[in-house]
């Protein structure tokens, strides 16, 4: 086994400890919420699952969520609800409360935010009228590469929907809109304010409403300008509406960054989806990732899902509760890179020595190796030799064993992720995140450990570990029994890279021997024998 990964943050970052707190201290963030009934978007999402377990695990006394739902294949809201309790992710609430408590408390309201008046029914609408007092408006579509006229509908109309919905609730107290932090691109550091959006969103809405789909992409480029993705670009336009609602309702922006699997609780590691740095972690692990163009000294910001919906019940408490005073700013990061910074480097490292040391996964087609590239040029051509001709090569190769092709498919989602991957892999923003450190401050120890919001001594090693573990039960479908095996298959897989590099740099010595050593050796005798006939 390879000696652990050394890595630079560890040396710098002084971790908070907490072990206990005082039997007399009340948690006032479970209070705020107690009888509370709340209205959430994106419920279903990985943000919004963990927020719902959340609330239910350590606010047992909210009154009701209720949680916008829309049928999705064949699926009616109440189905959808019952696989989402099903996960993994709602086992230790389960223990707890028992699965009659939680359906008690979860209310589904079957709606769209793609249709007018978000798809919701006149006594749905009238029920959350007279009920919600707290919004949280998580539901947008993540693709970078979403059509610029689906992404406006969705993230950016359908926010507008939500505010005039929530302007007519009777006891609304907060209206909480979850953004991200990378919706200004252009600011390299980025405060805990509003910024000018890069259109009028109402211009834009207009827009894509009165043009076809193919009249709209056809002008995407021209509309999005330098912004990369239409995601960032429908986030700050949505950013926009909500700070037009600033003195109408008490309405406040959350801005996340590349939110990543749970670090603490209920289940280490836990992710729906290998969207994200995950994704490039599997990747690289079965062996078909062998290049990124990527500057290695550079950082992304990333926040693990638990620490994030954390920040969300914090802030939404601090909005809520008048006797902490009046609020300073709308606009809160949650962020983390102010205090631990983790290079892209390290990140390949840890993943590269987790999956070939302590979590490999099955069926890996090469051995993990390759590196990032910060000439654009040489990537392109270890790309070619490394991925796409391999690819070619073994898909010829199961089209000729009568077996479907497969990993052409795979490069080319690699290549798309990687296409999004690069813009930010080989930019750096920072985020000033004082709001989160004052929130600290007014929290008890009771709070801060129910609640984590600040930099707690953890292991990234051990983290990435049950990131792997937790992606190869639940979404690989790999079991455990398949470790032995599949470490069995990697140390063939390390003998076959090493003979296959060893014998390619023999050909390389013998070709350029052959080509040029021996051609002079022949010359330099003719050239002898003629000057003896001389």
């Not at 007018?116 to 959350?128: Q, R, V």
């Not at 590691?269 to 990124?292: F, Q, Y």
């Not at 909005?319 to 949650?334: A, F, K, Q, W, Y």
Request: glycine share 6%; proline share 5%.
């Amino acid at each position: 086994m390879k000696p652990r990964p050394k890595l630079e943050f560890e040396k710098d970052v002084g971790f908070a400890r907490i072990d206990s707190y005082d039997e007399n201290e009340v948690d006032r963030i479970a209070l705020c919420f107690a009888g509370r009934s709340i209205f959430i978007t994106g419920g279903t999402g990985f943000m919004g699952k963990v927020m719902v377990e959340k609330l239910l695990r350590s606010c047992g006394d909210v009154n009701k969520l209720y949680l916008l739902v829309r049928p999705k294949k064949g699926k009616q809201p109440v189905e959808r609800i019952n696989d989402m309790l099903n996960n993994v992710l709602f086992d230790k609430l389960k223990e707890m409360r028992g699965l009659d408590w939680i359906h008690s408390k979860i209310v589904p309201i079957a709606g769209d935010v793609m249709l007018p008046e978000l798809g919701i029914s006149k006594e749905d609408a009238e029920t959350l009228r007279n009920e919600v007092s707290l919004v949280v408006h998580a539901a947008a579509t993540i693709r970078f590469d979403e059509p610029l006229r689906r992404a406006v509908f969705m993230n950016v109309r359908g926010t507008k929907y939500m505010l005039d919905l929530a302007a007519t609730f009777k006891k609304l107290d907060a209206f909480c809109y979850v953004s991200t932090s990378y919706c200004h691109l252009n600011v390299k550091t980025l405060y805990e304010k509003p910024y000018d959006p890069p259109d009028d969103p109402h211009s834009i809405m207009s827009l894509c409403e009165l043009l076809s789909d193919k009249d709209i992409r056809s002008l995407e480029k021209k509309i999005l300008g330098d912004i990369p993705n239409t995601y960032a670009y429908t986030k700050a336009l949505a950013e926009a509406l909500v700070v037009e609602t600033f003195d109408k309702i008490p309405a406040a922006i959350l801005r996340p960054s590349i939110v990543i699997p749970i670090w603490r609780e209920p289940v280490v590691g836990w992710s729906d989806n290998i969207n994200g740095p995950a994704g490039l972690l599997i990747a690289a692990g079965k062996g078909v990732l062998r290049t990124m163009y990527c500057q290695e000294t550079g950082y992304g910001d990333f926040l693990p899902v638990d620490f994030a919906v954390n920040i969300m019940l914090v802030a939404a408490w601090r909005l809520l509760s008048r006797e902490l005073g009046p609020v300073d700013t709308r606009v809160i990061h949650m962020t983390s890179s102010n205090e631990i910074k983790v290079t892209w480097s390290e990140i390949i490292e840890i993943g590269r020595w987790v999956s070939e040391n302590r979590v490999p996964l099955n069926g890996a087609a090469w051995y993990p190796g390759g590196s990032m590239k910060s000439n654009k040029l040489l990537h392109w051509i270890c790309m070619i030799l490394f991925q796409w001709i391999p690819a070619l090569l073994v898909d010829f190769l199961m089209v000729l064993l009568r077996y479907p092709p497969f990993l052409i498919k795979v490069q080319k989602r690699i290549y798309n992720g990687l296409s999004v991957f690069e813009y930010y892999a080989n930019n750096v923003w920072n985020f000033d995140n004082r709001e989160v450190v004052k929130l600290r401050k007014l929290m008890n120890n009771r709070e801060r450990l129910t609640y984590v919001i600040e930099v707690v001594e953890f292991d990234l090693i051990d983290y990435f570990t049950e990131c792997l573990l937790c992606a190869r039960r639940l979404i690989l479908k790999e079991t455990d029994d398949t470790i032995p095996a599949a470490k069995r298959h990697m140390r063939i897989m390390w003998w076959v890279d090493k003979i296959f590099k060893n014998a390619c740099y023999f050909g390389i010595l013998y070709f350029i021997y052959t080509r040029f050593i021996s051609d002079v050796h022949f010359d330099s005798h003719i050239l002898k024998m003629s000057l003896q006939i001389k």
